[in-house]
Each structure stands twice: as C-alpha cells, then as structure tokens.
C-alpha cells in the first residue's frame, strides 16, 4: 500500500504564496520515480479539478491554465516527494489540495489514472 500526506496549506493574503509538499511512502517506494504525480484541488460545491503533473523524472510538467505562470511543480525523487509552490494566490484558488499518485508515467493524463491520493490540505486565500 502507498500512503501519500500534503502538507504547507493554510491561510494567506491574495497575492501572497505558499509551498504544499506531498511526501509518499509504502511498499513500492523503490520505484517512486517511475510514475506521475498530479496535484488537483476541489473548492466547497465544485467537483474536483486538476492543478498540476510532473512525470517521474521530472523532466515533463503540465498545469492548468488557471494557474499557469503561478504555481510550479517539483519532485525530489531521493526524498519520494512532490512540491507545489503556490505564487500570486487569489481567492478563487482557496480549495482542499490533493496530491496523487499515478499508475502510469505520463503526466497528461486525467484523474481516472491516479491510484493513490493524500487526504488534502486546506489552503484559504483571503481578498
């Protein structure tokens, strides 16, 4: 079994910024850098929406366009982690974030290829 736990939410001045960090753990953590991390977020009333992906080596990163030029995803392979520096937040950025675990090492796919997810963090940005 693969457990994953984010830390770093919390609350913050529109325009200001914060760092979630998803550490993994389990079993299978010798592979860890052969599969995709995603970070996805869901506000109260909205269906859970996708953020970010990085592939396993970290050469390949998608995001939203939501956030794009705002928030960037990193991973430390050697420490099994995934981090999302969260920059310029607004209010509508204020959500429960997960972060996953993919079965697969490709970044570009959707929700239905995580096999693992953390319990969230709360991040509340205030106007």
């Known amino acids: 079994q693969v457990q994953l736990v984010e830390s770093g939410g919390g609350l913050v001045q529109a325009g200001g910024s914060l760092r979630l960090s998803c550490a993994a753990s389990g079993r299978t953590f010798s592979t860890f850098s052969g599969y995709a991390m995603g970070w996805f977020r869901q506000a109260p009333g909205k269906e859970r929406e996708f953020v970010a992906a990085?592939?396993?080596?970290?050469?390949?990163?998608r995001s939203a366009d939501l956030v794009k030029g705002r928030f960037t995803i990193s991973r430390d392979n050697a420490k099994n982690t995934v981090s999302l520096q969260m920059n310029s937040l607004k209010p509508e950025d204020t959500a429960v974030y997960y972060c996953?675990?993919?079965?697969?090492?490709?970044?570009?796919?959707?929700?239905?290829?995580?096999?693992?997810w953390g319990q969230g963090t709360q991040v509340t940005v205030s106007s």
């Open positions: 996953a675990l993919s079965r697969y090492n490709n970044p570009g796919l959707g929700p239905g290829a995580y096999a693992y």
């Open positions: 990085i592939s396993g080596s970290g050469g390949s990163t």
